[in-house]
């Protein structure tokens, strides 16, 4: 009887037991069965991650196969290269030659008598030196006459006198040719003084 009448004397604390109770049990069962919230925010790691893609060997490079076509490609840039080379230096070539067989062609023409008439048709008749300067006198079939010294030009071949070489009874021209067809060079032709004339 005691309890009770205490426990009656105390009615504010027995409900307040009582709410803290059910709330406790509300709170553990609301737990227990509730659903994962919905519409939060997914971590923003998941959407860094790679995506998976199956395994597919024919997507796979050939190791090999990627060489040898670069050595295919480079192969054929340098043999197209050295064919563009080769065809500028025989262009270049052709322009060489070109200009040599005009620049020949120039010096064989005549501008004298003496450049009309081949070497062969001409006859040394004399040679006279004094001092240092010596000059010579050719005949032609018609019988005239003509002086010749350093410089003249003879010949139909553009022949230039370089030497009157009163000592070897002789006269040195030179003579323009092409060399492999680029290169112009010159060459000795000797004219003779026969001796019965020369005496």
Known sequence: MGLRTARMANPKKLILRCIISIGCLLFFAGIGGAEPAKGLPEPVYKGMRPKITPFDAAKIPDPFLSYLIKRVQETSTK???????????????????????????????????????ALSQLTLTAIIQAGDTGWAMVRDPKGRGFVLKKGTRIGRNGGVVFNVASKEKKVIIKEPYLEDGIRIKYKNVEIKLPDQVYE
């Open 79 to 117: 043999a197209e290269e050295d064919t563009k080379k080769k065809i500028e230096a025989e262009e270049r070539l052709k322009q060489q030659k070109i200009s040599a067989a005009e620049k020949l062609k120039s010096l064989k023409v005549a501008r004298t008598e003496l450049q009309k008439m």
